[in-house]
């Protein structure tokens, strides 16, 4: 199971917000790179990146810090927020990013996503708020179930599945393992889980599952409320 610390990026700061929520940003760094960084040297593989202004004007927001992050860190990087065309998709792929998470598209145009996923590292961010997919940046609930979509990816060819609980995101009340577990299974695809991981715990129980590919690890880091080496001496030892 892979760790995917998490960096937000808003007007050009790392910041995290709770439950989706734009007014609830809460600055972490001004200089996301040097946060990135810190995450390589602890032991990351993976980056877990949005561009937050770019999920809601429907295109990039955020590039120079992007391109900085990729600058300074080996990290893979897998980065979401307003990925709505293939144009874009090439631009970050030519900015050296690894994976691109397409999420609001993906409710509104499935066939797209796997025609992109046949050519490019796609991921698919499945986001929900009370079970129902939440689209435009988690400004709102759509009608689609979570776990329908999910279904509409097996065998596509994407890389993965990342599902966020938007009611646990950046609420440190512990991961949505029922949730997570209900999307791996629907979709047979590599499985992210992301929202409310408080601490080591969360981890140690996604682990026991045996189910789960993943997990994006964000305020907790940021509040102090996990120990992230520890997390990846963890992860790293069941793996090994």
């Known amino acids: 199971m892979e760790i995917l610390p998490a960096i937000d990026l808003k007007d050009g700061k790392c910041v995290r917000l709770t439950k989706g929520l734009m007014e609830s ?6 200089e996301p790179w040097q946060v990135a960084k810190r995450f390589e040297e602890m ?20 590039l120079e ?13 897998e980065l979401g927020g307003g990925i709505r065309d293939e144009e874009t998709i090439k631009r970050y792929l030519d900015m050296g990013i690894d994976r691109l998470i397409l999420g609001s598209i993906a409710a509104k145009d499935p066939a797209f996503v796997k025609e992109m996923a046949a050519k490019y590292p796609i991921a698919v961010g499945i986001d929900a708020i009370d079970g129902y ?5 988690w400004a709102r609930r759509s ?20 599902c966020t609980d938007v009611g646990r995101d950046g609420t440190l009340e512990g991961v949505n393992i029922p949730f997570t577990l209900s999307i791996a299974r629907a979709s047979g695809v590599a499985t992210i889980a992301s929202g409310g991981v408080r601490g080591i ?4 129980a996604l682990l026991e599952t045996g189910e789960i590919a993943g997990v994006i690890v964000g305020k907790a880091f940021y509040e102090g409320t996990i ?5 990846f001496a963890l992860v790293g030892g069941v793996n090994g």
């Open 227 to 231: 120990d992230l080496a520890q997390a």
């Open 201 to 204: 715990e969360d981890i140690k």
């Open 65 to 77: 810090q992007i391109a900085k992050i990729r600058r300074h860190t080996d990290l893979k990087i």
């Open 25 to 30: 940003a809460k600055i972490y760094s001004d």
């Open 143 to 162: 009608t689609i179930e979570a776990t329908r979509l999910a279904k509409e990816f097996a065998e596509s060819g994407v890389e993965a599945i990342i």
């Open 133 to 137: 997919v939440a689209v435009e940046g």
């Open 43 to 62: 032991g990351a593989k993976w980056l877990h990146l949005v561009d937050l202004n770019g999920a809601f004007a429907g295109e990039p927001r955020n």
